[in-house]
């Protein structure tokens, strides 16, 4: 089946009707989606960017695995759940207001010093110190989403600090690199990684927003640290796979990750389907700078159980990155979405 094409309102062209995938069944008596984003980092920020112009029914669900930078620092130093991505993904549901960018800032904002403050995020400790007040990590970020007047709500996808674990293959040899700060900088191949523990619990308010969704979204991001996690840890995978919602996987524009060395938007595909093959979507959303090799891609996504959309989803200055408007129009057209609120 070929790709739809989508035409996003961003761009001054009209929308597709026949772009949207069937709405799912109702579930809610309110209009807007009940949607459930995954990832970590810039590439889930701008997936929530984007989600927040067209519904504030959002749960992001991050990654906890990080172990360099200030968050490193901090879950070394207090065994608590690496904050920074968490961060990223509660600053990026800050609404346009002056109250909301605001906070965005002190979110965001680091400090530059030649003490032991030095580069650590603001927000980073915000939220350690909410959980140690609290000492419940869900509930800690939903204190600051209030703070913040977020438009939705951010949760760990674990309960426990993760450990990444990758095979990676360089000059016909294969060896093991561990922690995700490792990863991302990795030399060579990813051909497969697990975690450590490798079952580990995952909180009730992440099943149960996975459960009630009407979709679920995955990437864009670093696609080995950021996107793949969530599907081998095994009560989120099976989450994933009971929940009635539909699902929709953001590919990445470029190859920006270190961690993708060599590989092209069909070996991703292609490594997620090997990671997850009980895993099925409905589509995979593509720039259409992405989409070089169509029956190569379209093959890849229909091992996925999904079609391509093709939409011009790059940034005006051409730089790799999602613009948001482009984005949420997409988001739009793909829920059926006739306006944003």
Not at 12 to 40: E, K, L, N
Not at 218 to 241: D, N, Q, T
Request: net charge negative.
């Amino acid at each position: 089946m070929g790709p739809i094409r989508t035409n996003s309102p961003a761009t001054g062209a009209i929308p597709v009707a026949s772009a949207a995938i069937p709405d799912p069944t109702p579930r809610h008596v309110d209009t807007r989606p009940s949607v459930v984003a995954f990832g970590g980092g810039h590439g889930l920020a701008a997936t929530l960017g984007a989600l927040r112009l067209v519904t504030d029914r959002i749960s992001a669900v991050v990654t906890v695995a990080d172990d360099g930078g200030s968050s490193g620092r901090l879950r070394e130093e207090f065994g608590e759940l690496p904050p920074g991505d968490l961060r990223m993904a509660l600053s990026a549901l800050c609404d346009d207001s002056e109250w909301g960018q605001t906070w965005r800032d002190v979110l965001q904002y680091r400090f530059d010093s030649d003490g032991p403050l030095n580069q650590h995020a603001v927000g980073n400790l915000l939220i350690l110190a909410l959980w140690e007040l609290l000492g419940d990590n869900v509930e800690g970020l939903d204190w600051i989403a209030r703070l913040l007047g977020a438009r939705g709500r951010v949760l760990p996808m674990a309960a426990v600090p993760l450990e990444i674990r990758a095979h990676v293959e360089s000059d016909g040899k294969s060896h093991i690199v561990v922690g995700q700060s490792n990863v991302a900088l990795a030399s060579g191949r990813i051909t497969q990684i697990g975690l450590t523990p490798e079952d580990p619990a995952v909180p009730d308010e992440v099943l149960d927003a996975v459960a009630s969704a009407d979709w679920l979204v995955f990437g864009p991001g670093s696609w080995f640290s950021s996107v793949m996690p969530h599907f081998i840890v095994p009560k989120l995978r099976e989450a994933i796979i009971a929940s009635p919602a539909h699902r929709l996987l953001t590919a990445n524009i470029g190859m920006l990750d270190d961690e993708s060395f060599g590989m092209t938007p069909v070996d991703q595909l292609d490594a997620l389907h090997a990671h997850a093959p009980d895993v099925r979507f409905d589509a995979v959303l593509v720039d259409t700078t992405q989409y070089t090799s169509p029956r190569l891609m379209r093959s890849a996504a229909a091992r996925l159980g999904a079609r391509i959309v093709v939409n011009d989803l790059r940034r005006s200055d051409g730089s790799p990155r999602h613009a948001r408007l482009r984005l949420a129009a997409a988001y739009r057209d793909i829920f059926g979405v006739e306006d944003a609120d």
